[in-house]
């Protein structure tokens, strides 16, 4: 059992607010999870920057120098914000994949949580309180953003294993639920390219998107392409720079809602996380069918 959020901004004036909204949406999901959480912001696109969001278990030795020695393995500008346990790397869009090997080859117990243009992942084991108060996700400003709190079932609790996933630039996922074919799926991706840090199996779904989008399908393709090759029980939320998507597998047995009006759409694993919502009251409120993509895209007609 596990809680999932998400919140897709129609509505600019309402981007200030989307930690704090997101946030509250989080905390009030602890009792479907209190093994860890974790949270991606979707905001800050800016023209020619990309962003690496990164980890480390020992922040004080691993964060310190770091910009320096990036500045001078890229020879570029580079700025770093510390956040707690993690930090944002700021740099050209041009230097990012540079930017990686750097960071692996310079500091390599430094995790990346997420990179592209947008994305920033924070995540951590603790109550979701903990975690969204130690990075400050509540002063964050966005366009969109999805929320994960963990009870863990088949993988240690651990940063590493909690959600969101990464496995593409700008894209994360969430996931409620328990894939059967992870395994065989994790090979055939592996051929592919695709690499993983951990044994969970939302990576592999995580992955399985990430490959299915390098192919040229969007996200709403990509799902629906997931509903026949990945088996299992399973409620995602997956998150890409500009798009918002939720689909359930044929049973749908974990429990899902969602809301909408002409300011945002709104995710829950029940309809507590959505109350506080502003305008909740004249919202839309439905539960996602089964097997059906739903998906939002600010550089399409939402």
């Known amino acids: 059992m596990c809680g999932i959020v998400g919140l897709f901004l129609k509505d600019k004036s309402l981007e200030p607010e989307l930690g704090s909204l997101l946030s509250s949406m989080l905390v009030t999901m602890t009792d479907r999870g209190p093994d860890s ?3 991606a912001i979707y905001g800050g696109a800016n023209g020619n920057k990309a962003k690496i969001t990164i980890q480390s278990a020992n922040p004080a030795k691993d964060f310190d120098g770091l910009e320096q020695d990036l500045r001078r393995a890229l020879d570029a500008p580079v ?13 050209a869009k041009e230097k990012l994949d540079e930017g990686r090997a750097a960071i692996a080859s310079l500091r390599p117990n430094v995790r990346v949580m997420s990179s592209g243009d947008a994305i920033e992942i924070y995540k951590e084991t603790g109550l979701p309180k903990d975690v969204v108060s130690r990075f400050g996700v509540a002063s964050m400003s966005g366009t969109h953003g999805i929320g994960h709190t963990r009870m863990a079932t088949e993988s240690a609790v651990t940063t590493l294993g909690a959600h969101p996933f990464s496995t593409g630039s700008d894209q994360c996922l969430v996931h409620n639920g328990s894939l059967s074919n992870h395994n065989n799926l994790r090979r055939e991706l592996l051929r592919e390219g695709m690499t993983f840090e951990t044994q969970n199996d939302t990576e592999v779904a995580a992955a399985y998107l990430t490959a299915e989008m390098a192919k040229g399908k969007d996200l709403g393709e990509a799902l629906t392409g997931a509903l026949d090759d990945l088996d299992g029980f399973f409620t995602f939320v997956v998150g890409t720079k500009s ?13 899902a809602v969602m809301a909408e009006t002409d300011r945002y759409v709104a995710f829950g694993s029940e309809y507590r996380a959505l109350v506080n919502l502003p305008g909740i009251e004249d919202a839309r409120i439905w539960e996602p069918e089964p097997a059906t993509v739903y998906f939002w895209d600010h550089e399409k007609a939402a």
């Open 243 to 255: 798009g918002f998507g939720v689909v359930r597998d044929p049973i749908a047995c974990k429990p």
């Open 79 to 91: 700025s770093i914000e510390v956040k707690s346990t993690h930090a944002v790397i700021a740099l």
């Open 37 to 39: 959480a974790g949270i």
